[in-house]
């Protein structure tokens, strides 16, 4: 029926009776954020080819991780997709790809954390879990404890029914070569790509809970069992929704000892900054006067998000229910 032909007043009636939408109801806000890492990306370094594959795979993750959350999902459960796709991808120091110790071993760290309980789930020194992520997941979720390493972090994963892989599931010729390089003694020079390259997700859902995953092969020609920041929460992970959630790429020593992750957080817990100016002020102060290099991602309850780094790149992805989608390098 035409509005047109209706009374007058019936259709004031009618326009009273319908209630205005709330702000909330009309669009619950949702987020998801996502790195590959930081460090020395220079357009000059980079193949068209090469750059296609990069945006790829972060589009692939992005839009998996944002199709949970636009369906309703948990922001634990979105984080963990995009954080899967990328250490499956053999461009990312994660997973399949990852760099290799002195020993020519991959050896994997990742960490979980959960912004509403605050609870964690992290592991460390891996070789045979295909994906990290889950098993830090399985930590948090089935462990008493927070942080699981090596062996005891695998019989772990088999106790719980999770599949081992062989080592070689995580070689590549790429990575393999850059480990004869650091042997020799060279320095990897800025074509090797993503010589950093962790990867990492943070997001916010629907429920207005935030979550952050990081999984990493640490660096390069690592000794002695060598952890970095990524599996530390506060350092390289942190998820708390009083402020923000928190994931990491870079050089993972300086992380730890600024407690990055849990500096930005506390920043705008505290200071009652945005998280832009957080994210900030923990890159461009505190990590680079201690001379650390490399990025965060950082989303809050409002959906707001940075993606903040002091190397020459990171690559990175967000996406949000506002319609935003974004996907760069440089
Ligand atoms: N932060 C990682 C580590 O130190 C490395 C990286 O982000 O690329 O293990």
Redesign the pocket.
């Known amino acids: 029926m035409m509005l047109r032909t209706l009374p007058a007043r019936l259709l004031v009636l009618l326009l009273a009776a319908t209630p205005a939408p709330t702000l909330a109801e009309e669009s619950p806000m949702f987020a998801i954020a996502i790195h590959g ?1 930081a460090g020395v990306i220079s357009r000059s370094s980079m193949t068209p080819e090469a750059e296609k594959s990069y945006q790829e795979d972060l589009g692939k993750a992005l839009d998996a991780g944002y199709s949970i959350l636009e369906s309703g999902g948990t922001s634990m459960d979105a984080a963990i997709a995009a954080v899967k796709i990328l250490e499956d991808s053999p461009l990312f ?1 994660a997973g399949r790809g990852a760099v290799f110790s002195a020993e020519g071993i991959n050896e994997l ?1 990742a960490a979980v954390m959960d912004g509403q309980t605050l609870r964690a789930g992290a592991v460390a020194g891996l070789r045979h879990v295909r994906n990290p992520i889950e098993l830090a997941r399985l930590v948090m979720d089935r462990s008493p404890h927070v942080f699981l390493t090596g062996k005891g972090a695998e019989d772990f994963a088999l106790e719980n029914g999770m599949p081992l892989v062989p080592r070689s599931w995580f070689y590549t010729e790429r990575r393999w070569q850059q480990l004869e390089q650091a042997r020799r003694g060279e320095r990897l020079s800025a074509a090797d790509i993503g010589y ?3 990867v990492g997700a943070v997001a916010l859902d629907a429920a207005g809970n935030l979550a952050a995953a990081t999984s ?1 092969g ?2 390069t020609n690592k000794k002695w069992g060598r952890v ?3 599996p530390l929460i506060g350092a ?1 992970t942190y998820a708390d929704n009083g402020s923000c959630a928190v994931s ?5 020593e300086f ?1 730890i000892r600024g407690v990055i992750s849990h500096e930005v957080s506390a920043l705008m817990k505290y200071r009652g900054v945005d998280v832009a100016e957080a994210a900030r002020t923990a890159i461009q102060g505190r990590l680079a006067a201690m001379g650390g290099d ?1 990025g965060v991602i950082v989303v809050d309850r409002e959906g707001n998000i940075a993606m903040e780094f002091n190397t020459e790149g990171m690559f990175r992805g967000a996406r949000d229910a506002r319609g935003k989608r974004e996907i760069a390098i440089y």
């Not at 990491?248 to 993972?252: E, L, V």
């Open positions: 890492g120091n760290d950093y390259g962790t990493t640490g660096m970095g920041d990524a390289g990491a790429t870079g050089t993972g992380f490399g």
